[in-house]
């Protein structure tokens, strides 16, 4: 049964946004060039250079590295999205003049290796034994300016994203039920002023909270640091409301790859999990001028 919350997911990038983002991250780098390559390079120096794995990890960087050089660079990339790759692997192939490649090097390889190790870290929670059609969900806690391109690298990973932004759907948290005053008013507030007609979540810690959402009638809930044992419960109260297979359940806060089956096998149809972002480890990624 389709699930009454359906968030966008970020399963490729447009070229033209990747390159305006390598340009912000550029300008920060070389405010005022790089005084260093300028000062020993020739402009008239060409190199070929290759990206090549240290470590071994799952690749993301097919639809960016591309767009990482600027012309007249040019740029082959030797894995696909998603794949598997082992130390002494060459990524990407960059050939043009040595200039242009000294001075993006840097940012190419900070992003990649970040975003390389996210893929990495979520395709280790997929691989674990999960029901089928289970969303291992990242969460908003991401690095300031690289959010897009974090959740595309979940979702290389195997992952499924949640909301991209607080714009894309209404989650109505802890805090917003205190500044409310209630459920009911949090609720009733949010259907007044929801003008784009998108899905209304909330986020529960106690069952009492949950019936009362389920009264209201929302599209989801997010079980908040709840047990195992209490979520199948409320996953149970759930499903024997009418229609209550189209409400979307996830659960978060204080899951971890040790414990994630356990919540898997409760009947809720994900978990949203910061540890896929925020604890991931960039991986080990050289640049290095050929003969």
Known sequence: ME????YEQITSLDPDWVRSQIGKFMAEDIPNGDVTTEATVSGSIFVVAKMVAVDKFIFCGESIIPYCFPEPCLVDVKKKDGEWVQPGNTLAIITGPAGPILTYE???????????GISTETKKYCDLN???????????????????????SVSVGGGWNHRLDLTSGILIKD???????????????????????LPIGLEVDTLDQL?????????GFLLDNMSPETVKEAVEIIRARPNGESIFVEASGGIN????????????????????????????IKLEFMN
């Open 3 to 6: 699930k009454r919350i359906q």
């Open 106 to 116: 840097r940012v190419t390889l900070n992003l990649i290796q970040r975003l390389c």
């Open 130 to 152: 999960l029901p089928e059609g289970f969303k291992v969900m990242d969460t908003r806690k991401t690095t300031p300016g690289l959010r897009k391109f974090e959740k595309y």
């Open 175 to 197: 805090n917003h039920l205190q500044a409310a005053g209630s459920v009911k008013a949090a609720i009733d507030r949010s259907r007044e002023q929801n003008r784009k007609n």
């Open 211 to 219: 019936r009362e959402g389920l009264d209201m009638d929302v599209d």
């Open 257 to 284: 790859y040790n414990t994630l089956e356990s919540y898997a096998w409760t009947g809720i149809d994900g978990v949203s999990m910061s540890a896929i972002t925020a604890q991931a480890t960039a991986v080990d």
